[in-house]
């Protein structure tokens, strides 16, 4: 058996994963690589260290080993980064998503916002053709497991106020003060009113890609 084969085999059996650095702490992104099907994203964390991310995917995949690529992911990853320092445009990956029905209209129709725009339980709850289901709707999104690419952080409570978000508050709320000033065209400064005492922040250059493929003990 190649090389290629045996790490294409290993990427087909397990869930494979990649992390990296931005402004915001770090990515994790992970999902399936399977031949004549491509890669698929199923979790996209944001953290503030590997080992707290890991123990998040393992909770959201208790059954498949994750598996370290630099490779199959290089691209996604690059573009979530991407989109986190400059979020001028709607992040799209290839999305598997792991949910109940009404959980993925939610999710559906979040990712169907535009950068800065935010929108309340109630709103999507209509959108979805499900008026007065704002609190499983608002269930819905705290259930999302593709953070940015299902822009949670753009869903706020009927009143217009922020509401919980897993990654952090802090996080939400830069998140969104970056993608208003680029649907503007004024460049967002990675650092303006945000407290990275807590993020245990890296930073930001990225290291070249090998086409190595690891299995975590």
Known sequence: MTHSSAQQRASDSHLIFATGACSLGQVLIAGSNIADVGVRVSFLSLGDNRASMLAELATAHPKQKPVETDAAFQAELAAVIRFIEQPAEPLRLPMELHGTEFQKQVWTALAQTKPGETITYRELADRIGSPGSSRAVGSACGQNQIA?????????????????????????????????????????????????????????????????TKALP
Request: hydrophobic letters at 30%.
């Open 148 to 212: 940015l690419a299902i822009p949670c952080h753009r869903a706020v409570r009927s009143d217009g106020k922020d509401s919980g978000f897993r990654w952090g508050l802090s996080r939400k709320r830069e998140l969104l003060r970056r993608e208003r000033l680029a649907s503007i065209g004024t460049t967002a400064s990675t650092t303006h009113q945000l407290d990275l005492a807590g993020f245990d922040v890296l930073p930001t250059e990225q290291s070249s890609a090998t086409n190595t």
